[in-house]
């Protein structure tokens, strides 16, 4: 772009074509500030067809017309290419006063429309990649906008996007939203998880009762195959089973999917003839599960689906974290406090989850990749003594520690709260289990 000349133009004969920013938020204060000193700095125009287009400037030209101003001064300069007009625009505008998100998502979809790719755009704006796509994704459905427009960041609004058909996660969704910074991310990953599950579960149960084969729910009234025996005293074939229970096995090793897990039961095992087996007589019902008790069941295992998520977006923070060059002020003395008072957790500290944490890459038959890794190298040692005591603590986190909050687990979740993770309800429960 060459400048080509510098006018005192009167503002209200400047056009003001479609700009990145939707709304101008002139305030009060800055147009009094022009009303009575005037544009300082110069607004960037281009000529087309004799009329003079706002290329830099909205709000200084939008202000001036409302302070009555009489003449302000403008560049006037070379018809730009719309898209760069656009990138440079945007930046500007970021660089005065920064863009919201429904502003930002309004620039990539204007520059979308040009035919600029999502990592164009990205590299034109010096944004993120994510960040690009999560914008585009937003304006594309109604839901993500509405979300934009009430203050929720790009890519919380892509992910409410990615939720209009479903009211009770978008309605969750928006409460974490208010909540504050980090409840979100937690709610995203419960749903995220849940809607993994539910496609796993429906494709295997479509295919089960293609087969012939009855799938039971958690409400249904049945037993377990394993642990009913015939009027006899014999145990049951698997032929003698006439419902399947499905469930999922979570893992917690990235590199491996979660999968469904068929159980074989029995529903009416009582009319059948059947009888429990020594040692299960305590578990085996009698009746269907009264209302308190389906209640019980179910926030067992909602718990329990929460902490799995949950474990996912604290190790996230933690990868994060030993990312950064430097440590929390206080990581030496956490140290010293998990070496004296949890030595046994982190004997069994599993190098293979320390090394992830580190943000390296781990084979799956890994053993001790980090004693390779200080063999070779000296470099940030302090790092990986964290993440030795991290993974420790880590690996004795299971799904159900909930119910049973142990103090190291609520020192270290803690801890994690001082060096800004945000817990989640089911961790909170670790913290303060009276709540």
Known sequence: MTTQTLKMIPPTTLTVDTNVRTRAQLGADFIASIREHGVLQPVTACDK????????????????????????????VENPDEADRLAKQMVEND????????????????????????????????????????????????????????????????????????????????????????????????????????????????????????????????VPLHRLITAAGERLSAEQANAVRLSIRHSWNDDAADEVIEAPVVIGWQEAGYREAPGYGSTVRSGPMTDEE??????????????????????????????????????????????????????????????ELLGMPVAATAYAPLSDHTRKTNRKPDHTVLAMCLAGIEHTMAKDCWRNPTSAHTEYLETLVTWGYTLSDVEALLVSPAE
Do not use: C
């Not at 909205?58 to 202000?63: C, E, F, K, S």
């Not at 990312?323 to 990581?331: F, G, I, V, W």
């Open 49 to 76: 067809g004799g009329a003079l287009h706002v290329l830099m400037g909205q709000r200084r030209t939008l202000a001036a017309v409302e302070a009555e101003v009489a003449e302000i001064p403008v560049y006037i």
């Open 294 to 355: 389906k209640a019980e069941r179910q926030q067992l295992i909602e718990r329990n689906k929460a902490m799995v998520a949950a474990s996912e977006v604290r190790r996230a923070f933690l990868i994060k974290m030993l990312a950064a060059t430097k440590l929390p002020a206080d990581a030496s003395q956490f140290v010293a406090r998990a070496i004296t008072a949890w030595a046994y957790d982190l004997y069994r500290a599993p190098q293979p989850l320390a090394a």
């Open 95 to 222: 660089h005065r006063a920064a863009l919201g998100a429904r502003d930002r998502a309004e620039a990539f979809h204007q520059l979308s429309l040009l035919g600029i790719s999502p990592e164009q755009i990205a590299k034109r704006t010096a944004t993120p990649k994510a960040t690009v796509r999560a914008g585009l994704t937003a304006l594309a459905s109604a839901q993500g906008t509405s979300a934009l427009d009430q203050g929720l960041t790009l890519l919380q609004a892509a992910t409410l996007s990615e939720y209009e058909d479903d009211a009770e996660a978008t309605a969750d969704l928006l409460d974490a939203a208010a909540r504050g910074e980090g409840h979100f991310e937690h709610a995203e990953r419960r749903h995220a998880k849940r809607r993994a599950e539910q496609k796993l579960l429906a494709v295997r149960k479509a295919a089960l009762e293609a087969a012939g084969q009855t799938v039971v729910t958690d409400h249904d009234d049945w």
